[in-house]
């Protein structure tokens, strides 16, 4: 195997170096000024930069010495000094005729103190009043941060005289991208550009974020070496917070491959990160006054504030807006059935919350979606992937980067989705809405060619980029961001819909308790009636008889007709009472479960009907092997019974009647189909079937109760099946039903074991399944 790819390249190297330079600790200063660091509490002279000499003529043995006496005059500012904070200043110095100004800033135990010429530089001085007084008004006049940034490049470009300032953020990759510039004739114009993210290392980032204001005034400067006065070497000393700190000499020919000889940078910090900085650059050395460099700091300090106000202010707006969609989302799904696949029936709320093009409810195999969304075959495949995620929110602006083995499979193209916001409602189940954005191409225009940012010369040292000419990028495969105000909106809705499903699972269960209630008293009515009513049914007949036999000489042959009426109605009332009897006690007697021979039971129920009907031509088809059953024999029997006497009695008017009974083996289980070429029924009523004394042809030609295609599918629905029909007129009709397997059942009863109690946190089906009312309605049927 080639391990070339695995061993870091000598530049690879080099440019993890960089990113790991100790540039707080460089052990130097710029030459401009001097250093010194004494003890905060004693005064005493701690580490000194070794231009001192330059100031102060002495041996080098006397020269700390010198130092001391010379910082003598404003040791008194040291108490006032804050550990941590950046400098503050603590007056003027006059040595040597030369008038020094004088900052100080306290790190741990050591005050530093920096001297700089306060002599005129050659930017405009502009006092500090003049910002508060004439700048934040038109900064907060601006509606726009682009705006805002224009504004303040012109005048920090004013303060200080700079040849070029500019504006730039970092966006979500480190890059940074030029918002707005302000430049003289003869400088390149980079507003619109981008700047690599390496150009700036971590961690000259993070100092950024702690010191606010850096300036170079020559990149031709030649460090000045800073030393303990125990004679230790200086780079243990830290220079963070220090105007003075020498810089990384790759950045120095950064800045001269650019052009630029004079820099200074000042950070925008929003929300405590760096946002962005402002950066200011010429082509000539200039050293510019502690006056202004606190003018430009304060305008970076304003800067920050403005654009965290906006910000804030756009983010207010938008939360609005989105929590009125979210609101009209969940007032829309409470006015339903709760099932989340409502959401896409009013698509509107839902695809403008996420400014998507596209959205789609996904729960286990099943999806709904609206708008450009991939096919569902992906869907679903995009429902097992997010399932195997543990994010309740998940976002991504470059989904076939990040969710390739879908974007690459055949069966499953994304197609020009680049972009997907999910959110996840249940664990239990893969149920999850999903929002798309479609690919956008974009042109980025860098300051230079980015895969070009380092190189190694001759000194085996690593070189920063030679060019910043315009370089033009053009990048595929994502979308829009999703913004944090769209992804907390998500969030809500999510807590929502969760609050909305519980509320209706709860109200679900208690309607489904309730019917279960009503059920089991509607069958202990009609087990009493029905068990009440045998008697007086048999004493009513036994009577008319009674009456027949002792006064039937007497009676005209208009009244022996009506007895006789009156005696066929009692008798088939009984037969209604004991029907009625038989089916509340298939409710209520216990299921012993058994395997049952159905080719056995065919046999001797073709028999039986053979032996009912000898006037009869019954043509009987058995398809056999027919399956063996797993359930109550005896319930079992009653059921298919019913069904072929059924069959056998609505063919009655053919000649010859063909009834075909074959078996059924489906991934729901094994049952058995009974079809005849009998009188049939239309569809529309198939649902009138199977309810109690439902009748859909006249009882003159056919009898019975009406109340054993309700006892079938009781019988069948008890034992976990279910019951179809299917029939034309006057062409016949087919009844099948399946039962589950032995396997099937007793994977069930494990499962319902090891599922109860139901954990707390688990949340219902919501998905193309009846409500609770309509499952119970089902489940028992109602007897009356």
């Known amino acids: 195997m080639n391990t070339d790819a695995l061993v870091p390249s000598p530049t690879d190297l080099q440019i993890a170096q960089c990113a790991s330079e100790p540039i707080r600790v460089p052990g130097a200063i710029q030459p401009h000024g001097w250093l010194a660091a004494v003890d905060w509490r004693s005064g005493g002279l701690v580490a000194f930069s070794e231009n001192w000499a330059t100031l102060l003529s002495s041996t080098p043995d006397m020269l700390p010495a010198r130092i001391e006496g010379v910082l003598d005059a404003v040791g008194g500012m040291r108490p006032g000094l804050v550990d941590g904070e950046g400098p503050v200043s603590c007056g003027t110095l006059t040595i040597a005729s030369r008038r020094l100004h004088v900052s100080g800033h306290r790190i741990g135990g050591l005050a530093y103190l920096e001297l700089e010429s306060d002599t005129e530089d050659a930017g405009n001085r502009a006092p500090i009043y003049s910002l508060a007084r004439h700048l934040v008004p038109m900064m907060q006049r601006t509606a726009a941060v682009t705006e805002l940034c224009r504004v303040v490049v012109a005048e920090m470009k004013r303060l200080t005289g700079f040849g070029r300032c500019l504006a730039y953020r ?31 290392p971590p961690q000259a980032r993070e100092l950024y974020r702690i010191n606010h204001i850096r300036l170079i005034a020559d990149a031709h400067y030649k460090p000045v070496p800073v030393r303990f006065v125990d004679g230790r070497d200086g780079t243990a000393l830290d220079l963070s917070q220090a105007a003075l700190r020498s810089v990384s000499p790759v950045h120095l020919e950064y800045m001269r491959n650019m052009r630029t000889l004079a820099s200074m940078s000042v950070s925008i910090i929003v929300g405590g990160k760096l946002w962005g900085l402002v950066s200011c650059h010429d082509h000539d050395p200039k050293q510019l006054s502690w006056q202004t460099r606190m003018a430009c700091e304060h305008l970076g300090q304003l800067l920050s504030l403005q654009i965290e106000a906006k910000e804030e202010n756009e983010q207010v707006t938008e939360q609005l807006r989105l929590r009125q969609l979210t609101l009209a989302i969940v007032s829309h799904l409470s006015d339903s059935d709760a099932t989340l696949q409502r959401l896409v029936e009013e698509p509107g709320p839902l695809l403008r919350l996420a400014r998507a093009t596209g959205a789609a409810v996904i729960l286990n195999d099943t999806c709904w979606a609206v708008g450009e969304t991939p096919g569902r075959e992906t869907l679903l495949a995009l429902g097992q992937w997010l399932g195997n995620r543990v994010d309740q929110v998940w976002h991504s602006d470059r989904l076939p980067v990040e969710a390739s083995s879908l974007g690459e499979a055949q069966d499953h193209p994304l197609g020009s989705t680049a972009g997907l916001l999910a959110i996840s409602i249940s664990k239990l189940h893969r149920h999850h809405i999903v929002w798309f954005r479609p690919e956008i191409v974009q042109t980025i225009v860098w300051a230079g060619d980015p895969r070009k940012e380092s190189a190694t010369g001759e000194d085996s040292r690593l070189h920063p980029r030679r060019s910043f000419a315009s370089w033009k990028q053009q990048v595929s495969g994502r979308s829009l961001p999703w913004t944090p105000g769209e992804v907390h909106a998500v969030q809500e809705l999510r807590q929502a819909l969760i609050g909305i499903v519980l509320r209706r699972a709860e109200e679900m269960a208690e309607v489904a308790m309730e019917l279960g209630r009503v059920n089991k008293e509607l069958e202990a009515f009609s087990y009493t009636v029905s068990h009440d009513l045998r008697a007086p049914m048999r004493h009513i007949a036994g009577f008319v008889d009674l009456v027949l036999e002792m006064e039937g000489g007497a009676l005209s042959e208009r009244s022996r007709r009506y007895l006789a009426h009156v005696k066929e109605a009692s008798a088939h009332a009984g037969q209604l009472v004991d029907a009625l009897l038989d089916f ?15 080719g056995h039971l065919i046999d001797d129920l073709i028999a039986e009907q053979t032996t009912l009907n000898k006037d009869r031509r019954i043509e009987w088809s058995v398809q056999r092997p027919l399956p063996r059953l797993w359930g109550d024999p005896v319930l079992l029997q009653v059921a298919i019974r019913n069904l072929v006497a059924n069959a056998v009695k609505y063919t009655r008017p053919r000649d010859p009647a063909r009834i075909e009974i074959a078996g059924i083996d489906t991934e729901e289980g094994v049952g058995l189909s009974i079809s005849d070429n009998g009188v049939g029924f239309q569809m529309k009523y198939v649902n009138k079937l199977f309810g109690v004394f439902q009748r859909l042809h006249q009882s003159e030609s056919f009898e019975g109760t009406g109340i054993g295609l309700a006892s079938v599918r009781r019988i069948v629905e008890r034992h976990g099946g279910h019951v179809e029909a299917w029939g034309e007129a006057d062409r016949g009709a087919r009844f099948r039903f399946t039962l589950p397997t032995r396997a099937m059942h007793e994977a069930q009863s494990a499962d319902s074991l090891a599922s109860s109690p139901a954990p707390s946190g688990a949340l219902p089906s919501v998905g193309p399944t009846a409500n609770a009312s309509e499952r119970a309605a089902r489940t028992d049927t109602s007897l009356f």
């Open 170 to 200: 970092f966006d979500a990759d480190g890059h940074g991208e030029v918002l707005a510039e302000a430049i003289e004739p003869g400088y390149d114009a980079y507003a619109g550009h981008r700047f690599p993210g390496s150009d700036i």
């Open 584 to 598: 509340s006690r298939m409710g209520r007697s216990a299921i012993k479960h058994g395997s049952i021979n159905t």
